[in-house]
Structure formats: C-alpha cells, structure tokens
C-alpha cells in the first residue's frame, strides 16, 4: 500500500475513530507514523472540532519533547496525519514493565515533560489530557508528548480567562477542574504531570478508587500519601505540585527553581529551523474516489476542490499557514472577481468602513481612535483575495 510518497506498513494501533500505521518515505527511507482517521465516523461521533484542535495545535509544535506533525492529507473519506515515529513505545508501558523507575531516571524524564509542557503554555497551547499513555518514549530513553485531541489555544478562553471546559482522564485530572467554576489550564497541566511524577517514582496513582464519585472527592481533598521512602526533595516537590489549591500550587518557574528539578538539568531547546510543516495547499495529496487501503496509487486535486466537495466537514483551517491568532475563512463561488469585490466593497462602505484596493487584494478598514485597551479594542483590519480555480 502507498499513500503519495510514502509506503505503508503495519498497524500500530488502532482507536474509536482511525488506525495508525508504520510508514516509510520512498526517497528517504525514514520512517513515520501515519494518523487514519475515518471522517465518516468523526463526524458521526461530532469530533471533527476536536480534530481540527488537533492538527491546528501541532502545527504550532516544535519541540524535541513534542511528537511533530509533518504533514497532512485527505481523501474524502480519510484524514492522513504524517506524524514522526517514536519507536520506544508509551511511557506507561515502560512504567508497568519496571514497576517504578529510578529517581534519577523519573528525574529526567520529568524534566523532559515539563519542557515540553512549558514550550507548550509559551504557545498559548494547554493539552488538558497528560497521561503515562499520551506520552512516548523514543529509543534513546527520551519522553516525547502526544495526542493533543483534547487540547486548548487561547481563543478557546472565556473573558475570564479561563477555560470551563471538564475533560481529561479521570486520575489525573486536577481538582479545580472537577469544580466547573473555570481553571487555568497551566495550572491545571501542573497537576497532572505531578500525577504523572508520582505513577513514575511510585509505580502507583497517588489518588485512585473503582468508585469515581469516591475518587473526585479524594482528588479535591488532595491528601496524596507521599511514601516517606523516596529522597526528601522529591517528596516536597510532590507535595507542591500536588497541591489542590491552584492558587497555591507550584507553577512552571516555582517547578524550574526546585532543588531537587535542578539537580542534572540541561533545558532542551526548540527546533529553530524554518522548515514548514508541508500542511500547505501546493503541498495536499489526496486521492479524491479511492482510499489508501485498496489503492497503490493516489491523485492529485487542490484544496479549493478539497473544501467544495466536502462542505459537511470543512478542513480548511487545517492548512493555512497563518499565525495562531488570525482566523481566515475561504469559500467557492461562480460570480467573477470583479462582482465579489464590488459586492465586499459596496457592504463595506455603507457600514462606514474605509475600503483600498490594490493588486488583485482589498482592504476593509475601520481605524479606532481611542488608544488600545487591554481588552484588546484597537485597529480591525479584513483583507479579501479572489484566486481562479480552472
């Protein structure tokens, strides 16, 4: 089987919504693992939001502790997430394997996670599901962070500036979470990975029950019992990350200044190279009657076709190249450049913006003269570009 440039091999796994599956590049022979997923059964389950959360999230990602999406495609059936290959298995394999690891080892990668973590949170991204299972380990013994399905970008926060929304697993899922009065999803991160430090060191949850009523009382109560046997330091930083009360709780440069998180730290550092993830229309292979399970072979069509076929799940969020901040909306229309932007222009003008009209692109303008708040009033800015498709 093959998909574009790239041979298919065996199942990896396979979940409520897709399979992943071992894969090879014809020209490099580098391997990767390829994301399935059947868009029929995404939208059937009403996660395609949740799906594009994902990819829209990794593409901001690039961080050595992070698993790096590197491209994707689709059919009309099928969403191809190329994602790198972490061939070590999840961290919770290797947990229950040794039963505990060492506190030097649990040390590392701890340091590792939160690393990839507070590069996460300097991307305004939250994961809200940190888990032994959602975290990988390569060959070499280094921990790279994955599954961001149920994660967060900073548009998903209220006025507050908090998030409400209750989700992730229920062991490690911090109390102020389990509250519905809105959380910091920092914060509420911390708390997991503190739950996480605790699995690796202990090879046991510090909060666990059959009953999940029983369980979400004992989470709330925080009372972790922090076994008297592990070294001093890495009770009290347990006990500090542990600590219901988020207001209160270790934050990421608390965590960063602890004694016992110093002791052989050496911070790992983004990837600074400007490769872009190849998640650009020029870049889309698809196939647009056939899925990848019963064809060696896969077409080409553009995005714009992509989008217009599919208009009950409209993936073009996924492959702008765009800064978090910015939304950008397309869409196929048979009236001529020339109608739209008169269209746009007459619209614009009779609510009182100011319009400009330059190469083929056009400016609607509506300029605040109060100075900005931090409410974020100022200067709206909508910039419309007509392309051709033949």
Known sequence: MRMGKYEMGRALGEGHFGK????????????FAIKILDRHRILAMKIDDQIKREIATMKLLKHPNVVRLHEVSASKTKIYMVLEYVNGGELFDKIALKGKLSEKEGRKLFQQLMDAVS??????????????????????????????????LP???????????????????????????GYDGSLSDIWSCGVILYVMLTGNLPFDDQN???????????????????????????RKILDPNPVTRLDMTGIRAHDWFKQDYTPALPFDDDEDNNIGDGNLHMTEHQDIESSPAISQINAFQLI?????????????????????????????????????ESVATEKGFQVQKNSGKLKVIQVCNEPANPR???TLLISAEVFLSH
């Open 376 to 378: 974020g009033h100022g």
């Open 155 to 181: 548009q998903n926060q209220r006025k507050d500036g908090l998030l409400h929304t209750t989700c992730g697993s229920p062991n490690y899922i911090a109390p102020e979470v389990l509250l519905n009065r």
């Open 308 to 344: 217009g076929m599919s208009s009950c799940l409209d993936l073009s969020g996924f492959f702008e190249k765009e800064d978090v901040s910015e939304r950008k909306i397309r869409f196929v229309s048979n009236y001529s450049p020339t109608s739209l932007f008169e269209k746009i």
């Open 212 to 238: 999940t009523v029983v369980l979400y009382q004992k989470i709330l109560k925080g009372d972790a019992r922090i076994p008297k046997w592990l070294a001093p330091g890495a009770q009290d930083i347990l």
């Open 119 to 152: 590069y996460c949170h300097e991307k305004g991204v939250y994961h809200r599901d940190l888990k032994p299972e959602n975290v990988l380990v390569d060959a070499k013994g280094n921990i790279k962070v994955s599954d961001f399905g149920l994660s967060t």
């Open 20 to 31: 992943v599956r071992l894969a090879r590049h014809a020209d490099t022979g580098a391997a």
